[in-house]
Nanobody, 122 residues
Framework: QVQLVESGGGLVQAGDSLRLSCTAS????????IAWFRQAPGKAREFVSA???????RYTDSVRGRFTVSRDNAKNTVWLQMNRLKPDDTATYYC????????????????WGQGTRVSVSA
């Protein structure tokens, strides 16, 4: 069992940066891949990024080159550094833990945090 808590969201202007954190409690954090999803108002939740336990990473096209995911297993923490934010990035961001690093489907991710809100004004 893994419990996840996101933090770092807020209200920023377009072009600004934010760093989200996902801190885990429970055992065996290092064996899990960690993903970030987001859900904008009125839209379905979508995959954003994932980092594998060996630190391979991947991104959805709309954030590649602007967002960077990283992890520190000793701290049980994953970060999502978000640069050059756009109004379209406005959403609640969730981290999730799972064993299928390459899978974008929500159903394949086992544990979820409660989300942190990011709002980007034009």
């Amino acid at each position: 069992q893994v419990q996840l808590v996101e933090s770092g969201g807020g209200l920023v202007q377009a072009g600004d940066s934010l760093r989200l954190s996902c801190t885990a409690s429970g055992r065996s954090f290092s064996v899990y891949a960690i993903a970030w999803f987001r859900q904008a108002p009125g839209k379905a939740r979508e995959f954003v990024s994932a980092v594998a336990n060996e630190e391979s990473d991947r991104y959805t096209d709309s954030v590649r080159g602007r967002f960077t995911v990283s992890r520190d297993n000793a701290k049980n923490t994953v970060w999502l550094q978000m640069n050059r934010l756009k109004p379209d990035d406005t959403a609640t961001y969730y981290c999730a833990a799972g064993t299928y690093y390459a899978d974008d489907s929500e159903s394949r991710w086992l544990y979820w945090g409660q989300g942190t809100r990011v709002s980007v004004s034009a």
